[in-house]
């Protein structure tokens, strides 16, 4: 079956700081891959998603995340932390031709001042 | 314009009755999905509508559970009986068709006493 592991539940970075949450994912073809953030109260919002066009992935606020398949990772990265990046962010695998999401346990990154 | 909306926000239930949660989707998407996230995991897959198609409850975990959508529309999630571990936040998605980008609502906080 497939999984999704977020190593590190919780991150804690300064401001201005690089920001990296891991992922790694188990299967034997490569899914449709996701990071989600999802803020106090509020649902999970799509960041960024690979979906096989290109290993380098661009997405909202600064953040992407590059897909590795020797590594079978999908990290996130921002070069610099902003206070308002501090959420809890989560990474999901979809295998084709099947809707369902799977999730990791997530990150809750804090942003030290 | 309006995001997926779930209601209620809070929900605090005793054991062994039965509670009904409900999901409003973006309008004009036809696949609505419901997810379960318990304290300190991700989040589950519980069940997959599309359009007219028989719905996907591979995720479903007793026969407690149960879910109806209204053509594409509105969409209740029931769980009869309710038990401690059915404490949760209840997520709904939404999303333009298969394989399109799954939009989140904010949750329904179930706590069952």
């Known amino acids: 079956a497939q999984s999704v592991t977020q190593l590190g539940s919780h991150v804690s970075v300064s401001e201005g700081a690089l920001v990296l949450l891991r992922c790694n994912y188990s299967?034997?073809?490569?899914?449709?891959l996701f990071w989600y953030v999802q803020y106090p109260n509020q649902g999970l919002q799509l960041l960024l998603k690979?979906?096989?066009?290109?290993?380098l992935v661009k997405g909202i606020n600064g953040f992407e995340a590059e897909f590795k398949k020797s590594e079978t990772s999908f990290h996130l990265t921002k070069p610099s932390a902003h206070m308002s990046d501090a959420a809890e962010y989560f990474c999901?695998?979809?295998?084709?031709?099947?809707?369902?999401?799977?999730f990791g346990t997530g990150t809750r990154l804090t942003i030290i001042p | 314009g309006a995001g997926v909306s779930q209601s209620p926000s809070n929900k605090v239930t005793e054991k062994g009755k039965d509670v009904e949660l409900r999901c409003d989707p973006i309008?004009?998407?036809?696949?609505l999905y419901w997810y379960r996230q318990r304290l300190g995991q991700g989040l589950e897959f519980l069940i997959y509508?599309?359009?007219?198609?028989?719905?996907?409850k591979s995720g479903l975990p007793s026969d407690r559970f149960s879910a109806e959508r209204t053509g594409e529309s509105v969409s209740t999630l029931t769980i009869q009986r309710t038990q401690q571990e059915d404490s949760a936040v209840y997520l709904c998605?939404?999303?333009?068709?298969?394989?399109?980008?799954?939009?989140f609502g904010p949750g329904t906080r179930l706590t069952v006493t």
């Open positions: 509508f599309q359009g007219n198609s028989a719905p996907d």
């Open positions: 309008s004009g998407h036809t696949a």
């Open positions: 998605a939404s999303s333009a068709r298969q394989g399109y980008e799954q939009y």
């Open positions: 690979y979906t096989s066009a290109a290993t």
């Open positions: 999901a695998a979809q295998k084709f031709g099947n809707e369902k999401l799977t």
């Open positions: 299967s034997s073809v490569p899914p449709y």
